[in-house]
């Protein structure tokens, strides 16, 4: 979603991810304006980029659409303002074969003023470590297409890191191990999130809850 993220940041993680084995595709539940100014962005970078308008912002249901149209064996889920080190799909190749969905710690990067050849070659200031915490915080999931289709992400939730949590509980339970990948970066390029557990948010949180307390139970 353009609006909430903005047009650098997407550039950015696409950017980031063109010299790696992988297919891109871009779900994007913006407003066309917004759509059509990234698409001729995007002109030329072999991404897929799908416009799917929604009436409201649902990062599982764009997700879940983008598992739907891709046509490969293994899958890597992500949010568009993180930027990749160069080396990140390599390293979850590693892990092909073996029954596990991996997740991702990220660390914060405080400006997205960034050129295209620092990003491609993995030059970045310093940053901090995400202070939201080392749970499953939607980095990224990597894991086999058949995970993803028999565990889609519940579009009932909304709010940080709560459908990546139960994609987690889901994977403990149907005996997936979850691992966390340590040997390459991912920094998340900053923008305003709400911190006050209040009004709207609030509702979301409970919600949320209530939905993860139901699987568990």
């Known amino acids: 979603n353009i609006r ?9 993680s696409v950017y980031s ?23 001729t962005l995007l002109k030329g970078l072999n991404v897929e980029h ?14 879940n659409e983008g598992i739907r149209l891709s046509n490969t064996d293994y899958i890597f889920c992500s949010d568009a303002d993180y930027i990749f080190k160069s080396d990140l799909i ?20 405080h400006s997205t003023n960034i050129t295209t050849s620092r990003i ?6 310093k940053c901090n470590y995400n202070a939201w915490g080392t749970l499953a915080n939607g980095a990224m999931q990597y894991s086999t297409k058949e995970f993803f289709n028999d565990n889609p992400y519940n579009e009932e939730m909304s709010g940080f890191g709560a459908m990546d949590n139960l994609t987690a509980y889901m994977a403990h339970k149907n005996w997936v191990a979850i691992v966390w990948v340590e040997e390459s970066e991912i920094l998340h390029q900053h923008h305003p999130v709400e911190k006050k557990m209040s009004g709207e948010n609030l509702i979301k949180f409970k919600r949320n809850q209530k939905i993860l307390a139901d699987y568990i139970r």
């Open 17 to 39: 991810l063109q010299k790696q084995d992988c297919n891109i595709i871009v779900v994007d539940g913006s407003e066309i304006d917004q759509f059509l100014e990234l698409h």
């Open 90 to 109: 390599d390293t979850c190749k590693q892990y092909r074969g073996k029954n596990v969905l991996l997740h991702k710690k990220v660390k914060m990067l």
């Open 4 to 12: 909430k993220r903005g047009l650098k940041r997407v550039m950015n």
């Open 50 to 63: 799908v416009h799917f308008p929604i009436d409201e912002f649902n990062k599982p249901m764009l997700l």
């Open 120 to 125: 491609k070659g993995w030059r970045f200031p």
